[in-house]
């Protein structure tokens, strides 16, 4: 080894290089680097073999046994299985041994199905045979063999085997088109580009004879971020360095579109793909039912010990007697006598605690799961929610929340692309002062007679003619839209007019919709071709500009900007984004009259960008090319020092003018919201758009209302006062009323107080968030939730992506915890959904990170509506009700059989058969508490969604609240006693038999048995208000099911039964009248208390449920039903501003609101009304 090698292996080694454990280094063919060059240092890196399974043969058994065990419920009642084999214990270890076998068999057989099926498939994907370069030779192997470095051919419509960096394709310019549907949901073509110096090589030979080197980012999860760099070796010359991005980044589970084949090197394969990295589930998020019934759960393993240690205590004292302790008929052994008293205590104990093991019901796990499980799919099956213009439906991706969408408190929602449609559509632009409105309304269609323009202001003169086109070249240079031809026809066309109509794709609507509007005002944006951008001007000429640079959009500095040259060889830097962005680098240009226009456009509802410009000398482009090469080359923090590169090159601009685009409101966005916040949640706003936009959408989707008084917490204003003042002023504004009037500060609506509506922006949160100079920034927080509480809606503009988490993190952890829900359509909202307890996903226009990201996905805001009113409500009713069951039948269940101990002596003896022991959860009374929890509507779907105000009934977990625990555990004591002291006062020294025979003790024991499952199955079915010929089935089917079971179990003598104590048992205590009798007479007085609470509640003091009930019917149409018996007739009826949304309008004279401008659109006599901004006036007669 040279000198040079063995130097760079100590550096590597002892000094530790900042990239040595943070990259890597790939040889691309497996090729060494040339003498002189870095050292070559082998690497290894895992094969191509992806593998989903959790599971192999060898191992499925212990490891699925463990992962079991490992839930506390499973755990709890395997201890008692082994308690009862290794002590002499009152019930056969059968009793605890075959539920648990049971559940554990079930849960292991699903397990165990699902991963072979992704056994199955992941043998199909490890074993596609892939094309890659060997000797200048293509050769065909399978996936799972690849190695990183090797070079890859893929065809079209060939799937990606693995990451790989995109070196050439048969395309002269270098580009290939991907969908990458598989791993996003986006089937839209992305363009990527191969590396500009091997972008040439077309054949398998020219491939082979590459000598290069990648060093890039070791493997992580985040599709749409990649950092590295090649380093091209020559023997002419140095390496050639080039920055590698996720556009040159070709990811396994892509797709190649629309191009013949592609050459790549493969970098991260297998488990380190981006696409295997994402198989890692995201946090798990637990519900407040399940918090609940786990804190249940403790509260009655506390009794069970307690019960357990009072019989244990009563024992030795009843035996404290000698002649109970040692009867004449049951003497002890000597060994007996002589073993430790404590020892035997605690064996004692533990066999109480076996005895009343059943009091925690292990099948409650097993029915919850199932319950969510397959209630789920309601929401998956439901065509009301099934949006036909997108093709979509709902998408589940966790069913462990469904009851947590009827417990929201807090709706923090995205703007654009959530409230609004996302779909742009261009109305003007002011360019030096002046507003040019194009005539034709295009809808995505470019239209032949589009090419002229209306002024609204006076025409410009001479001298701003240049300006004028100088702001057109800028909007059809400065983006980065696809131009997709119809006819697929290479080369320019000569006139927008030639009947060859161009689709623009981008993946920002925006940007769409200022190529199109500007090509409706004379400048046509045709392609870009081998680095050149063509466009056709008003005179029908095409220009081409050399693209030289991008530098990129992203959400903190909110713009772009595109560096290009001129066919004259002048260089412009094009810059694009908000007016907070943009105003602050301008030097020169028409501020005041465009910031003026922006304003008022603003106020309109309409989204604005400003666009500027600036001519670099060929010195000063050279100074932005090595800046911008050195930030791009970084492998460590390139973002960072990107946006050092761009806040750099970006200033000194010269004003252009600015655009304005309308977002649309999304369908019935307002009635939604109004309907939410009479359910008594807070909805809040949360975007990245001015506030002037914002809060004119927030009029339109009736967030804010009439008599709304809007509070501002801004940074202007603080920049005028102090934050403490700002902050202590508006809390004495919204508290001012609240000495005398209480609000319901969880509803955000008061009829009796003053309605107030908060705005904030980003740099002001900021300001709150941030730690104060003693170290506490809790007191601002606090004095900001507070403001927040009593206002009935909050608007938070300016916001970054994680600000926007901030805001849900600080409701979430606020002193109330109330449930938060987030919902979103882009990535920038992907962090909210994560915070919060909810996450939901619009399948928007934005791609499908949030729908990705999410807990639950809906095709348009207006799903919201019933996703939580109907199906959040019902969810929350059915689990509830499920839970409080189980542990009351429990209590009906065991305490009996602690009752029972008082009249044995303490021995342990058990009072019901082993077999009724076993089957009375698993089989008597789990099916009919099943199929409530899945179809009970205790009200109509359609009722609920024309009251939603009947959402607060089940607010705050109301139904698991310790009162109603307390109530249910009550109920079942008082069940317990009817039973037990019913039938023992009933047919205590009573001949019961016509040949004048007693009852046994495992009669006694039948009977208390016989009904118990009556009443609680009977208890059920009173609770039960919609009934289908299901309920029916199953309700009495189980009865049915239990008198069949016992005629059979104690009529057949069965050979595998040692003993047979059952044996004419129930047939012997149905043959006499007294039993019937008495049956029939405790089930009554069992049930009659909690008839008459819920007559004597419903009639004195009833909830909004119950007089809904009392004044509706239950809907006729099961929510198990076909899908399109769903459909309402219309309950709250179409709204004229949905239904007349797309009428033609025109401008009159503005109201005035606070002193500023507000348009508003009202009706002609010709057209039905349409009104825009501002929302209140929707409440004026039309």
């Not at 100088?470 to 980065?480: K, M, Q, Y």
């Not at 009935?792 to 409701?811: N, T």
């Not at 006499?1072 to 007559?1095: E, F, H, M, N, R």
Request: charged share 20%; net charge neutral.
């Amino acid at each position: 080894m040279d000198c040079s090698r063995a130097r760079a292996l100590v550096r590597r080694f002892c000094a530790g290089e900042e990239d040595w454990v943070d990259s890597r280094t790939i040889y691309v063919g497996h090729k060494e680097p040339p003498p002189g060059a870095e050292a070559y240092i082998p690497q290894r890196y895992p094969d191509n073999r992806i593998v989903s399974s959790k599971y192999t043969f060898w191992n499925f058994i212990p490891k699925n046994l463990f992962e079991q065990f490992r839930r506390i419920a499973n755990f709890y009642f395997l201890i008692i299985f082994l308690v009862q084999l290794i002590i002499d214990t009152p019930t056969s270890p059968v009793t605890s041994g075959l539920p648990l076998f049971f559940v554990i068999t079930v849960t292991a057989i699903k397990q165990g199905y699902e991963d072979w099926l992704r056994h199955k498939a992941d043998n199909a994907m490890n074993q596609c045979p892939v094309h890659f370069i060997q000797h200048g030779k293509l050769v065909r192997k399978q996936s799972r063999k690849l190695r990183v470095g090797d070079i890859v051919m893929v065809k079209e419509n060939e799937t990606f085997p693995c990451d790989l960096i995109f070196l050439s394709s048969n395309r002269g310019d270098g580009t290939c088109h991907v969908t990458t549907a598989s791993l996003d949901g986006e089937s839209s073509h992305k363009t990527h580009y191969a590396i500009q110096d091997t972008k040439g090589f077309h054949t398998e030979e020219d491939i082979d004879a590459l000598h290069a080197t990648i060093e890039c980012e070791q493997p992580q999860p985040d599709l749409y971020k990649f950092v590295g760099r090649i380093n091209v070796y020559s023997n002419l010359s140095d390496p050639v360095v080039r920055p590698l991005g996720s556009e040159n980044l070709l990811l396994r589970g892509a797709t190649l579109k629309n191009t013949e084949r592609i050459f790549g090197v493969a970098i991260y394969t297998g488990m380190e793909t981006k696409m295997a990295l994402n198989y890692q589930s995201k946090s798990q998020k637990r519900s407040a039912v399940e918090k609940s019934m786990n804190v249940f759960l403790v509260v009655y393993l506390c009794i069970l010990i307690s019960k357990a240690l009072v019989n244990t205590v009563l024992k030795y004292v009843w035996q404290s007697e000698p002649f109970r302790d040692e009867p004449w008929y049951n003497q002890k052994t000597e060994s007996e006598r002589q073993r430790n008293l404590f020892l035997r205590a605690f064996t004692d104990f533990l066999a109480f605690m076996v005895l009343f093991n059943y009091i925690i019901p292990v099948s409650m796990y097993v029915t919850v799961e199932m319950q969510k499980f397959l209630g789920s799919y309601f929401i998956t099956w439901d065509e009301d929610m099934f949006d036909e213009e997108t093709g979509e439906g709902p998408l589940v991706n966790t069913s462990d929340l469904n009851e947590e969408l009827g417990q929201v408190e807090y709706i923090f929602t995205d703007k654009t692309g959530t409230l609004t449609e996302n779909n742009m559509a261009f109305k003007e632009c002011c360019i030096e002062g002046h507003v040019y409105v194009p005539h034709v309304i295009c809808n995505g269609q470019v239209l032949p007679d589009s090419s002229g323009i209306d002024m609204i202001d006076s025409s410009p003169g001479v001298s701003s003619r240049e300006r004028e086109e100088l702001f057109f070249r800028a909007l059809c240079l400065c983006h980065t839209v696809q131009v997709k031809d119809e006819d697929h026809v290479d080369g320019p066309r000569k006139s927008p007019d030639s009947g060859k109509s161009c689709i623009y794709i981008s993946s920002s609507p925006d940007e769409v919709a200022l190529v199109e509007g500007v090509q409706r005002l004379g400048f046509t944006y045709l392609r870009l071709k081998d680095s050149y951008m063509e466009i056709l001007n008003r005179n029908g000429d095409i220009e081409r500009f050399e693209l030289l640079e991008v530098l990129s959009f992203d959400s903190v500095r909110r713009r772009m900007s595109v560096i290009v040259r001129s066919t004259a060889g002048e260089i412009y830097l094009f810059c694009k984004g908000a007016d907070s962005s943009i105003f602050p680098r301008v030097i020169e240009g028409k501020v005041d009259q465009i910031r003026s226009r922006v304003e008022r456009n603003a106020v309109e509802g309409l989204r604005t960008l400003c666009v500027a410009y600036k001519r670099l000398i060929p010195e000063e482009y050279e100074g932005v090319c090595g800046l911008l090469q050195a930030a791009k080359v970084a492998l460590q923090d390139r973002e960072k020092k990107l946006a050092e590169a761009y806040e750099q090159i970006e200033k000194d601009l010269i004003l252009l003018g600015a655009t304005a685009v309308e977002d649309r409101l999304q369908e019935k966005a307002a009635d939604t919201i109004e309907a939410l916040q009479k359910a008594g949640i807070k909805v809040w706003v949360l975007t990245g758009d001015k506030m002037e936009t914002a809060a004119a959408t927030c009029y339109a989707c009736r967030l804010f209302r009439r008599g709304t008084q809007l509070l501002e917490l801004t940074t202007k204003r603080i920049e005028e006062q102090s934050l403490h003042d700002v902050l202590f002023e508006l809390s004495k504004t919204v508290l001012r009323c609240s000495g005398s009037l209480t609000r319901d500060h969880f509803s955000g609506l008061s009829t009796d107080m003053h309605d107030y509506g908060l705005i904030i922006d980003g740099a002001a949160l900021s300001l709150i968030m941030k730690p104060r100079e003693d170290g506490s920034s809790a007191n601002y927080r606090e004095l900001f939730l507070d403001i927040c509480r009593n206002c009935s809606a909050v608007l938070c503009c300016r916001m970054a992506p994680l600000q926007k988490a901030q805001i849900v993190k600080l409701i979430k952890f606020s002193k109330e915890h109330p449930i938060t829900l987030a919902i979103g359509d882009g990535a920038n909202d992907v962090s909210m959904i994560l915070e919060a307890h909810v996450g939901i996903g619009v399948i928007g226009k934005e791609g499908r990170q949030a729908a990705r990201n999410s807990d639950y996905a809906i095709p348009k805001f207006k799903h919201l509506k019933k996703m939580l009113l109907v199906h959040g409500h019902f969810y929350y009713i059915r689990i509830s009700e499920l839970v409080q069951y189980f542990f009351y039948k429990n209590v009906c269940f065991i305490f009996p059989q602690f009752l029972y101990q008082f009249f044995c002596g303490f021995s342990q003896q058990t009072l019901y058969d082993t077999a009724y022991l076993t089957l009375y959860n698993i089989s008597f009374t789990s099916l009919p508490i099943l199929l409530y929890s899945l179809m009970e509507q205790h009200v109509g779907v359609d009722v609920l969604k024309r009251d939603p105000s009947l959402y607060r009934d089940i607010a705050k977990n109301a139904l698991l609240r310790w009162r109603v625990f307390i109530y249910w555990t009550f109920l079942g004591v008082f069940d317990a006693l009817v039973f037990f002291f019913g039938a023992y006062f009933m047919f205590e020294n009573t001949t019961v038999t016509s040949n004048g025979q007693m009852f046994g003790n495992w009669t006694f024991g039948t009977l208390v048995f016989t009904v118990m499952v009556f009443t609680v199955t009977l208890k059920l079915a009173l609770d039960t208000h919609y009934w289908t010929w299901i309920n029916h089935f199953v309700i009495w089917g189980s009865l049915l099911f239990y008198v069949v079971f016992s005629l059979l179990w104690g009529g057949i003598i069965w050979p595998f039964l040692s003993y047979q104590r059952m044996y004419y048992v129930f047939i012997h205590m149905l043959s006499c009248g007294p039993a019937w009798l008495g049956i029939l007479l405790l089930i009554t007085v069992s049930l009659l208390p909690d008839i008459l609470k819920k007559v004597l509640c419903r009639q004195l003091w009833p909830t909004a449920t119950e007089r809904t009930q009392n004044t509706h019917c239950p809907d006729s149409s099961p929510e198990l039903a076909p899908a399109a018996s769903l459909q309402s007739p219309g309950a709250l009826g179409p709204r004229p501003t949905a239904a007349l949304r797309d009428a033609p309008t025109r401008k009159v004279p503005c109201v005035l609101w606070r002193s500023e401008e507000y348009a508003v659109l009202l009706p002609t006599r010709a057209s039905p009304v349409t009104v825009t901004v501002p929302a209140f006036c929707r409440d004026a007669p039309t």
